[in-house]
């Protein structure tokens, strides 16, 4: 059995990160093109470095935890990936976590394969080098370079790993052919509005079983044989435990 899941901002929203679109987005009040661009960072870096900040910062509050909906993809995929769990001719098993969420909850849950597309916001990046690091702390002007702190022209030189509009997402190669052998796809509140996120359920095979679980109807919906319409954190674990059965799973 190959599982390929791909979520978005609805699965941490219960754990307190706000999703990008509708009331109380983190999009509402931001200009896209400001906060989110290889141009708007160029304009002003200070400001954006300021809106990642908040975001680092939020995340890191002891209030922001993985919800059940985490915990039970962690959960599933153990079970998927349990070595007495070998489909009818016996091969391997597959599992990916194809997550949109810049933020690590998927990870904090236990999840083992998980591919951050758009990035981690927990980690910075060399603009000179492309070089990634572990970070935790606001990000300046002044920030030095964590491997040449006395360098005063090497302050400044690091940006936030994350993927902005315009830039090429991370493991699209590797996303496309995890969907291509897919036998079951999940799409996991997820706006279906970004693409190629998006249109990563038109790559799946027609033999591929695709289910969706959103608060609401998504554009992407009428692609999906089954559409799930509820809280992420009632909805998943209980999908995953139907699935778990049918599969007979451990
Ligand atoms: P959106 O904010 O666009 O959509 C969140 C979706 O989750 C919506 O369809 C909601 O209906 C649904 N939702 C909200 N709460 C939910 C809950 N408790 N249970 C189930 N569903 C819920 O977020 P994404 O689709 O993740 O990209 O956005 C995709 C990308 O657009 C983001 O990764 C980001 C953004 O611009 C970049 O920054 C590159």
Same mark, same amino acid.
């Given at each position: 059995?190959?599982?390929?899941?791909?979520?978005?901002?609805g699965?941490?929203?219960?754990?307190?990160?706000?999703?990008?679109?509708?009331?109380?987005?983190?999009?509402?009040?931001?200009?896209?093109?400001?906060?989110?661009?290889?141009?708007?960072?160029?304009?002003?870096?200070?400001?954006?470095?300021?809106?990642?900040?908040?975001?680092?910062?939020?995340?890191?509050?002891?209030?922001?935890?993985?919800?059940?909906?985490?915990?039970?993809?962690a959960?599933?995929?153990?079970?998927?990936?349990?070595?007495?769990?070998?489909?009818?001719?016996?091969?391997?098993?597959?599992?990916?976590?194809?997550?949109?969420?810049?933020?690590?909850?998927?990870?904090?849950?236990?999840?083992?394969?998980?591919?951050?597309?758009? *990035?981690?916001?927990?980690?910075? !990046?060399?603009?000179? &080098?492309?070089? +990634? $690091?572990?970070?935790?702390?606001?990000?300046? %002007?002044?920030?030095p370079?964590?491997?040449?702190?006395?360098?005063?022209?090497?302050?400044?030189?690091?940006?936030?790993?994350?993927?902005?509009?315009?830039?090429?997402?991370? *493991?699209?190669?590797?996303?496309? !052919?995890?969907?291509s &052998?897919?036998? +079951? $796809?999940?799409?996991?509140?997820?706006?279906? %509005?970004?693409?190629?996120?998006?249109?990563?359920?038109?790559?799946?095979?027609?033999?591929?079983?695709?289910?969706?679980?959103?608060?609401?109807?998504?554009?992407?919906?009428?692609v999906?044989?089954?559409?799930? !319409?509820?809280?992420? &954190?009632?909805? +998943?674990?209980?999908?995953?435990?139907?699935?778990?059965?049918?599969?007979?799973?451990?």
């Amino acid at each position: 059995m190959n599982v390929l899941v791909l979520t978005g901002a609805g699965i941490s929203a219960e754990s307190g990160v706000p999703t990008f679109r509708g009331a109380d987005g983190l999009w509402e009040g931001h200009a896209i093109e400001d906060v989110a661009t290889p141009e708007g960072f160029a304009r002003r870096p200070q400001s954006v470095h300021q809106f990642y900040n908040q975001r680092r910062k939020q995340l890191q509050h002891a209030d922001v935890a993985p919800n059940a909906a985490h915990l039970a993809l962690a959960e599933f995929e153990q079970a998927v990936m349990s070595p007495h769990t070998a489909d009818d001719h016996e091969s391997a098993n597959q599992f990916l976590l194809v997550t949109q969420n810049i933020d690590n909850l998927h990870v904090r849950a236990g999840s083992q394969r998980v591919l951050p597309m758009h *990035g981690e916001l927990l980690k910075v !990046r060399c603009i000179d &080098t492309d070089e +990634v $690091f572990d970070w935790t702390d606001d990000l300046s %002007l002044d920030t030095p370079h964590p491997q040449d702190p006395s360098n005063p022209r090497a302050r400044g030189r690091l940006r936030p790993h994350v993927v902005w509009f315009g830039e090429m997402p991370i *493991g699209l190669d590797r996303i496309a !052919r995890a969907a291509s &052998t897919a036998d +079951v $796809f999940l799409a996991i509140g997820t706006s279906g %509005l970004v693409y190629p996120a998006a249109g990563i359920v038109r790559q799946t095979s027609p033999a591929c079983r695709r289910i969706e679980i959103n608060l609401d109807d998504t554009p992407a919906s009428s692609v999906f044989d089954e559409t799930i !319409r509820g809280k992420a &954190t009632v909805e +998943v674990p209980q999908l995953l435990d139907r699935l778990a059965k049918e599969w007979k799973l451990g």
